[in-house]
């Protein structure tokens, strides 16, 4: 009987020895605490008009020294993890609700590249998808996700966002606008 409690008082031991091996290795490789991811988005809201519908081909290929600020959109955004570990992120386009006349989110264009200008993921082949387009955030009608994307450990994303009212839009003689907000989501 002696024996066997000894047995079981060593085979105790070493359970429990590799029990607390094994939280502090968990502890070091993943902290209980982590560093705030950065997000820089400028600027942080786009409000584009109805005075000059451009073609798809124009809207991909604006500069930012070239744009006019209320006719066409162009958005820098920058995503920064300095964490140990990679991180899910998605971009959304949140839809303002306008007091007066709103164009249609049809006729929206959005185009998202990286500070390369080469497209992103869902961008490619001459994709060039509409705010209607793009799939619901939440459920929430006007929440849009224009891109999901995983950010490295220890890395930096730089996305460029265009936006412009489509060439099929109708001039009309009435100023109609639409307006949204860019944000990150971890």
């Known amino acids: 009987m002696k024996k066997?409690?000894?047995h079981y008082w060593i085979l105790l031991s070493f359970s429990l020895l590799l029990l607390f091996i094994l939280i502090v290795f968990l502890i070091i490789k993943y902290p209980l605490y982590s560093k705030?991811?950065?997000i820089d988005i400028k600027p942080k809201t786009i409000?584009?008009?109805?005075?000059?519908?451009i073609s798809d081909v124009l809207g991909k290929?604006?500069?930012?020294?070239?744009?006019?600020?209320?006719?066409?959109?162009?958005?820098?955004?920058?995503?920064?993890?300095?964490?140990?570990?990679k991180v899910s992120f998605f971009i959304v386009l949140s839809k303002?609700?306008?007091?007066?006349?709103?164009?249609?989110?049809?006729?929206?264009k959005?185009?998202?590249?990286?500070?390369?200008?080469k497209p992103i993921k869902g961008f490619e082949k001459n994709m060039v998808p509409s705010?209607?387009?793009?799939?619901?955030?939440?459920?929430?009608?006007?929440?849009?996700?224009?891109?999901?994307?995983?950010?490295?450990k220890k890395s930096e994303l730089k996305y460029?966002?265009?936006?412009?009212?489509?060439?099929?839009?109708?001039?009309?003689?009435?100023?109609?606008?639409?307006?949204?907000?860019?944000?990150?989501?971890?």
């Open 4 to 6: 066997f409690f000894s």
């Open 36 to 38: 705030a991811i950065e």
């Open 47 to 53: 409000e584009i008009d109805n005075t000059l519908p």
């Open 61 to 85: 290929s604006m500069i930012y020294s070239k744009i006019n600020k209320d006719i066409q959109g162009y958005i820098s955004i920058n995503v920064v993890n300095p964490n140990d570990r």
């Open 96 to 108: 303002k609700e306008l007091d007066n006349l709103e164009i249609k989110e049809n006729y929206v």
């Open 110 to 117: 959005v185009y998202l590249t990286d500070q390369n200008d």
């Open 131 to 152: 705010f209607a387009d793009l799939k619901r955030y939440n459920n929430k009608s006007n929440d849009k996700i224009l891109y999901k994307g995983v950010l490295d």
């Open 160 to 186: 460029i966002l265009r936006s412009w009212i489509s060439d099929t839009y109708v001039i009309s003689n009435n100023l109609e606008k639409f307006s949204y907000d860019i944000s990150v989501i971890i």
